[in-house]
């Protein structure tokens, strides 16, 4: 039996917490939050214990813990985990800074303890398989790429307006899963160059034989719903996916769209069928696979984690001062 305990009772905390328990041979043995009332109302529906202090979330008996807090604290809840013998979920940013994110591979190296980065898009069905095809040359060489991402304001972040001390900012928040997309496709972008303002903003990348750009929005009027696309052009086609939840929200598809479409010179547009499945549980049965072999995700390692912060933390940095800045 894999036991885990779940560091977090807010929004993804409460994404994770019954996506762990319904995979076969899985308990979720505790749940802690702040507000002992929000903690049990994740750990009760599953069996699980609800506690409001850390440290006694740390000392149950468990194989892992999934770190669900705001960003600020990944650093120093993963140590404590990896120092309590834990493998640790972690879920993205990996952390606020690059060293700190360093720190945070290298004590999971020390303790002989697996850090899995939840960065969910790279096993989002449509999107894993326009990788797929891309890498396959479905579209021939790529030459330029274009990504979306948003949703209303204020969004479910612990900031407010341009304060980015818990989370990072929408720049780090937000516009990671665009970023470590478009470096999982096409390596680490020269320099980055960003405009707009920290709810909206628009990236432009410099790959080497690629150029990128990205929009984030987190100032999108009330009710309107989350929307993600990315577009990959090559010379020989276009592959494309848009998704559009039927809410506010990623998990609730329900009413929306999702279209994986591929374009070739003077043929018709062909829609790829990808079969159904939610992201979430998808990341969550990989990470409970690698944690019962305990090795490493060939999906996504923490060295792919601090590149998508190394370009996030840049694109940031770009914003603020006006001007292109180098990865």
Known sequence: MLRVAIA???????????????????????????????????????????VDDLGTLLRMDADAVDICLPTDTHRDVALRAFAARRHVVCEKPLALTVEDGIEMAAAARAAGRLLLVAHVVRFWPEYARLFEFVREGAVGRPTSAAAQRLQEGPGWTPDTGSTHARSG????????????????????????????????????????????????????????????????????GVIEYVFRAGGTRPDEPAGGMSELTLYGPGKPAQRIEVPAGDPYTVQIAHFADCLRRVRQSPVVSPEGSIRALRVALAARASLEAGRPERV
């Open 8 to 50: 977090g009772a807010g929004f993804m905390g409460g994404t994770h917490a019954p996506r762990w328990a319904a995979q076969e041979g899985v308990r979720v043995v505790g749940v802690y939050s702040r507000s002992l009332a929000r903690a049990a109302s994740v750990a009760g529906p599953l069996g699980a214990e609800a």
């Open 169 to 236: 900012g929408q720049v780090v928040d937000l516009q990671i899963h665009d970023d470590d997309y478009l470096v999982w496709l096409f390596g680490m972008p020269r320099r980055v160059f960003s405009h707009g303002s920290t709810r909206h903003m628009f990236t432009t990348y410099a790959f080497d034989g690629v150029t990128a750009t990205a929009e984030a929005a987190a100032d999108m009027p009330a009710g309107y719903p989350f929307t993600s696309t990315i577009r990959v052009r090559g010379e020989g």
